[in-house]
């Protein structure tokens, strides 16, 4: 078998052959561009476990009948400040585009909106769902419930997904700053590359299948679990998360789905929560710059950099270079999208 060559894409080349791979696979149209673009972002900006680590768990949950990948979003319109997006059963992120237009009409017309996507699924990172709000000057905070591999603290069974909250705001003169954290430990994602690398896990991340203290990330995925981070601390948070982004949204808990009639599928089927803000309606015309200024201070505090700084600085490096793929990923994505 020839070597294949690594290579180097560009963002839109990147975007359009993931694209490719959707529509291959049953996606519509407007779906796999949305896709396509949220899993490309990650790849450039380097968050690795959900960028093109993710294909094959697309490719084979779409094989699988679990996702409807022609769904159409339904929106409600539920209030002054209130929306509400039915998914379908399809991917949460075409259901936030079916429903930004409403958002941000709301946030202009009151300041703030609520936007409640149920039945949906997400499979990928948080910080691309809320970094476009702060690009247009907005606040921005996102909760996601995922499948349940996190124990709660002092518990005995996986009951929570590792359940990110995401925050995105706008600073003067700088990129928005962003963090997307998982309440648990480690992400799930890492973990199924630590294992795929054979790296070890660090200790009071993860419990193997009978409860017990482990390092082996092979141990977790085997019918062990992850750990809450900051023990009761990341399992209050992964507790609000789960009546946030389910309890109020109407969508599955992260125990609550059963995808054992669907072999390859891989994407939770929970729900995801925003809350977007005008901050101008703070009263505070130097909202952007007091959030520079702040900013720079923890950094002058002796905090080596902020969140979002490291992914924007392999962006620069991407959009200047390309984003680089092993030879033979490059011909794996190729032969997904040619079938």
Same mark, same amino acid.
């Given at each position: 078998m020839t070597e294949q060559s690594d290579v180097k894409l560009t963002y839109a080349e990147l975007v359009g052959l993931l694209e490719a791979i959707f529509l291959r696979h049953g996606v519509s149209g407007d779906a796999a561009r949305v896709l396509a673009a949220n899993c490309a972002a990650c790849e450039r900006d380097g968050s690795f476990s959900h960028g093109i680590f993710r294909m094959p768990g697309y490719v084979s949950t779409l094989n699988s009948g679990w996702v409807d990948g022609q769904a159409l979003p339904l929106v409600e319109d539920c209030a002054p400040s209130f929306v509400r997006v039915d998914a379908k059963g399809g991917f949460a992120q075409p259901a936030l585009e079916a429903a930004r237009p409403l958002v941000l009409d709301k946030v202009k017309q009151n300041g703030i909106a609520v936007l409640a996507i149920r039945r949906s699924h997400h499979f990928s990172a948080l910080w691309p769902d809320v970094e476009p709000f702060a690009e247009q000057g907005l606040v921005?905070?996102?909760?996601?419930?995922?499948?349940?591999?996190?124990?709660?603290? &002092?518990?005995?069974?996986?009951?929570?997904?590792?359940?990110?909250?995401?925050?995105?705001?706008?600073?003067? &003169?700088?990129?928005?700053?962003?963090?997307?954290?998982?309440?648990?430990?480690i992400a799930h994602g890492d973990v199924q590359i630590a294992a795929r690398e054979g790296h070890?896990? @660090?200790?009071?991340?993860?419990?193997?299948?009978?409860?017990?203290?482990?390092?082996?990330? @092979?141990?977790?995925?085997?019918? &062990?679990?992850?750990?809450?981070?900051?023990?009761?601390? &990341?399992?209050?948070?992964?507790?609000?998360?789960?009546?946030?982004?389910?309890?109020?949204?109407?969508?599955?808990?992260?125990?609550?789905f059963d995808w054992s009639a669907h072999e390859g599928a891989q994407t939770p089927f929970t729900g995801q929560l925003f809350i977007i803000i005008d901050p101008e309606r703070g009263g505070n015309a130097s909202f952007e710059a007091r959030v520079s200024q702040l900013c720079d201070m923890v950094l002058e505090a002796g905090q080596d950099r902020l969140p979002g700084d490291r992914r924007h600085a392999i962006r620069a490096v991407a959009e200047k270079d390309g984003i680089p793929l092993k030879g033979e990923t490059y011909a794996r994505l190729k032969q997904f999208a040619e079938g």
């Open positions: 921005a905070l996102s909760f996601v419930n995922s499948m349940a591999c996190v124990v709660p603290q &002092g518990g005995k069974k996986a009951l929570f997904g590792t359940n990110p909250v995401a925050f995105a705001t706008p600073r003067k &003169g700088r990129p928005p700053f962003v963090f997307d954290q998982a309440s648990s430990a070890a896990l @660090k200790p009071g991340q993860g419990v193997d299948r009978d409860g017990q203290p482990t390092t082996d990330p @092979k141990a977790v995925l085997d019918g &062990g679990a992850l750990l809450p981070f900051g023990g009761h601390k &990341g399992s209050s948070i992964a507790l609000m998360v789960e009546i946030l982004a389910a309890a109020l949204t109407g969508g599955h808990f992260s125990w609550e």
